[in-house]
């Protein structure tokens, strides 16, 4: 059974902070096909079109037919554990700072042999598991042999928690907490176990409804946080940037206007203070000392959360200038994900629909709560997912954008405008 993660204890300042290292993180084009799916938080493998096949490792070809007709599909991811080992020893420096590190081979039910990261709680061979797939510290998918029911504790083994951004125990930046969302976000954070969380707040004149409840949290300090304003931004990463762990962005200037509804640029142009040269601000001040971070102990910097809007993938013409800003958002934050990427530091990135608030209104249900999208993302932390699609609208749209990108943009310029 696993055990309970402790509260870690306050770290000595004199003491080195251990450089962060990865596992080995080269694969084949093909392969990233896994990665692809693992970013997702979906356990996919190659199936061919033309014998049903399902294979592993990712190959280019079948290899029961030599097809190369071979999709990636959704598959069934329960399988047996055949046999285990622990490794004591590696030349992968990575792993060898982890040692020991338990390892089996499983039997997958829908036909593929695998060797996968084995969870503290699976049973010894042969035993029923579940197989999933989570990136790694290097970003690549990794398969990870979970007990074939959930336990307690599960969340705090040692090794998922290498693959996961948990918040138990560590410290979050939520950057605007004065929005729905916001306040729903450090709520869920705190409930997630998390040790402390900084709720920013810009703009201390104004009073929205349930801010003074978080207050009342132990575990929440307020900070005051105006992401226009790049001294504020410097200062507060000068106090706190060496001990945030998890920092999500949920700066955001939203706007019902296309072009030619407005004269002028003044709207967009606050819109992309906030949503883009907001992150990039935040980008700046607070990605080298996490970046230093990703390897700190128990409770190491692990991740970086950017809400964006699924108005990114495709331009929705009547939130038109916001679009824009959100897909200019997205573009940087790629830039990001690549420069954390060596730390371990993983960048999430969450497309939710239209969220229930004041900018929404006119637009139909569905619309996803603010308590719901919270839930979502605290998920993606524990998962150790990449890109997360919350709401049905957003995962209506992946699918269309996914399918053809030409034929949403039409659909969406079909659509009435204001």
């Known amino acids: 059974m696993t055990r309970p993660l402790v509260r870690p204890a ?8 251990r450089l962060p290292t990865l596992p080995p993180g080269l694969r084949s084009r093909v392969a990233l096909g896994l ?3 693992a970013a997702r938080g979906r356990f996919e493998l190659q199936v061919c079109r033309d014998c049903a096949t399902v294979q592993y490792p990712p190959r280019e070809a079948c290899c029961a037919c030599l097809s190369r007709r ?8 329960g399988g047996e554990l055949v046999s285990e080992t622990t490794l004591r020893h590696s030349h992968e420096l990575f792993f060898r700072e982890r040692m020991p590190w338990r390892l089996g081979l499983v039997k997958l039910d829908c036909g593929p042999l695998a060797v996968a990261h084995l969870h503290g709680d699976c049973a010894p061979p042969p035993s029923r598991v579940r197989v999933r797939l989570h990136l790694d510290r290097a970003g690549q998918a ?12 599960m969340a705090d083994d040692r090794q998922l928690r290498e693959m996961t951004c948990d918040p138990k125990f560590r410290k979050v930046l939520v950057t605007d907490a004065k929005t729905p969302l916001g306040q729903a976000l450090v709520e869920a954070v705190v409930a997630a176990g998390a040790d402390l969380v900084w709720a920013g707040h810009a703009e201390p004149w104004k009073k929205p409804p349930g801010f003074e409840r978080l207050a009342s949290l132990a575990e929440v300090s307020l900070v005051p946080l105006d992401l226009t304003n790049s001294r504020a931004v410097t200062v507060l990463a000068g106090e706190i940037g060496g001990r945030v762990d998890i920092l999500i962005n949920t700066a955001d200037y939203h706007r019902n206007f296309g072009i030619a509804a407005r004269d002028g640029v003044e709207t967009a142009r606050a819109e992309m203070d906030i949503n883009y040269f907001g992150l990039l601000r935040l980008a700046q001040e ?8 990703g390897a700190d102990g128990q409770s190491s910097a692990v991740a970086w959360v950017n809400v964006l809007s699924i108005f990114a993938l ?45 900018w929404n209104q006119t637009l139909p249900p569905p619309k996803i709560a603010p308590a719901r999208l919270a839930a979502d993302i605290i998920a993606a932390l524990r998962s150790g997912a990449e890109d997360v699609y919350p709401g049905d609208i957003a995962q209506d749209w992946l699918e269309r954008w996914r399918d053809n990108p030409k ?12």
């Open 10 to 17: 306050r770290k000595n300042p004199i003491l080195r902070t």
């Open 35 to 37: 990665t692809a799916a």
């Open 70 to 77: 071979l999709d990636w599909r959704i598959v069934d991811d």
């Open 142 to 153: 990794a398969l990870v042999a979970l007990p074939d029911k959930d336990t307690l504790h």
């Open 286 to 293: 607070f990605a080298p000392a996490m970046r230093a971070r």
């Open 314 to 358: 495709s331009n929705f013409p009547p939130h038109g200038t916001y679009s824009a800003s959100k897909a200019a958002a997205l573009s940087l934050a790629q830039c990001l994900r690549a420069e954390l990427a060596p730390s371990g530091v993983r960048v999430i990135n969450v497309f939710p629909g239209p969220i229930d608030d004041d």
């Open 407 to 418: 034929a949403l943009e039409r659909e969406l310029a079909a659509l009435p405008h204001q």
